[in-house]
């Protein structure tokens, strides 16, 4: 792992336990065993760790609705793999979800604009493929708003939920999660 990744990941897991605003450069070289000023010869700064933390997680969303959206499938199981997806991010990178989630709004210039942007694609994309399935009777007819927003509540949770369970408890959740959300709006 290289030195930089080492640092966004501590920075992670600092700025998750702490928030990105109660951690300073020099709690980060702390934790690293380093000097301040030697963490700047690897990133320019805390936005830069908070920008590459919040962006890289909202890429791998955005990649995975578009792998969603080239498929065959089923609105129905379209919205399965998405909270799938959900599931695989919050696995992945559980610290910087946890960042992303709590704060993505201290995020500056272009790279706040870029996180934006991206989240209000994902959430149209998300739309889109409930209204299809309304559309199709793939699910019952009911406010899509409502909908999207009771399914990406939860979603935007499981990161606080996984780290405290074991891998079968995981697996459980893979298979159960997309039964207990989409069962009840499911024609």
Do not use: C
């Amino acid at each position: 792992m290289t030195r930089k990744k080492q640092i966004l990941k501590t920075a992670a897991q600092l700025f998750k336990e702490r928030g990105y605003s109660a951690v300073t450069m020099r709690d980060l070289a702390a934790a690293m065993d380093m000097k301040a000023a030697s963490l700047y010869n690897h990133i320019s700064g805390k936005q830069e760790i908070l920008a590459t933390l919040i962006l890289e997680v909202a890429h791998e969303f955005t990649a995975g609705m578009n792998a969603v959206e080239r498929n065959d499938k089923s609105a129905f199981e379209k919205a399965e793999q998405l909270i799938l997806l959900h599931i695989k991010i919050a696995l992945e990178y559980t610290n910087a979800l946890a960042v992303l989630n709590t704060d993505w709004m201290h995020l500056e210039g272009l790279e706040y604009q870029e996180y934006i942007r991206l989240r209000k694609n994902y959430e149209l994309d998300f739309k889109k493929i409930l209204e299809s399935g309304i559309a199709t009777g793939d699910f019952k007819s009911m406010n899509v708003e409502t909908l999207l927003f009771n399914l990406l509540s939860t979603l935007r949770s499981i990161y606080l939920w996984i780290p405290k369970k074991s891998a079968s408890e995981v697996a459980d959740l893979k298979k159960e999660l997309p039964q207990i959300l989409l069962t009840g709006v499911r024609t």
